[in-house]
Structure formats: C-alpha cells, structure tokens
Nanobody
Framework: VQLQACGGGLAQAGGSLTLSCVLS????????WGWYRQAPGNQRELVAS???????SYADSVKGRFTMSRDYALNMVYLQMNDLKPEDTATYLC???????????????WGQGTEVTVSN
C-alpha cells in the first residue's frame, strides 16, 4: 500500500499551488480523505477533508481559498490552494481511512508529506 502526495513547492503570497495524493495497492472501502499540515513547532492540523459521499469540510483558516476534490476512479485527491499566505507554509500530509470489504478491519494510511513554502 502506498499513499503518495506531491505538488508542493515555493509560491509567492497570493499565488496558487495544487497538491495531489494517490492511493495505490489498497483494496478497501474509503471513508474519508484528509489533508493535514504541520509547520515547525506547531501541532498537526486538519486542513480539509472529503467523505465517501463527496462532502467536504475545511479549517476556518483556509475556507474560501482552498478546495479539495476527489477522483474516484483514480483513487486520488487534490487540494487546490489559492491566495496563499506565508502562514500556509508547512508540510502537507495526505491521509485516508476506511475498512476492508467485509467491514472487519479498519485502515488508516498516511503519505510522506510534501513541502509548501509561501514567501512575501
């Protein structure tokens, strides 16, 4: 099983980046995808999530600027980040949780993280 995130990089304030995350090798029912971020010295925080029925939720700090979407066929999620601010600088991590087809075993996978740096 592999959960791989990419798309991070350097952006100027007001700019945009799009992160993507793909799940491979897993045979499971996915309940929720989540994007988290962690800046040095800070706790990990949930930025955005999307449920299996497509419902999304966002942290107050990114509402109106970030949009999370999902490609069901490809087992991928995206995080479109617009109007970036220096305080968005962090390592962004992808998470997916769910269970096997018999709803016996639960799964919770994390990707390796992708760095986002926003400069003034």
């Amino acid at each position: 099983v592999q959960l791989q995130a990419c798309g991070g990089g350097l952006a100027q304030a007001g700019g945009s980046l799009t992160l993507s995350c793909v799940l491979s090798g897993a045979r499971m029912v996915i309940n929720t995808w989540g994007w988290y971020r962690q800046a040095p010295g800070n706790q990990r925080e949930l930025v955005a999530s999307i449920t299996k029925d497509g419902s999304t939720s966002y942290a107050d700090s990114v509402k109106g600027r970030f949009t999370m979407s999902r490609d069901y066929a490809l087992n991928m999620v995206y995080l479109q980040m617009n109007d970036l601010k220096p305080e968005d600088t962090a390592t962004y991590l992808c998470n997916v949780n769910g269970h096997d087809f018999w709803n016996i075993r639960a799964f919770d996978f994390w990707g390796q993280g992708t760095e986002v740096t926003v400069s003034n």
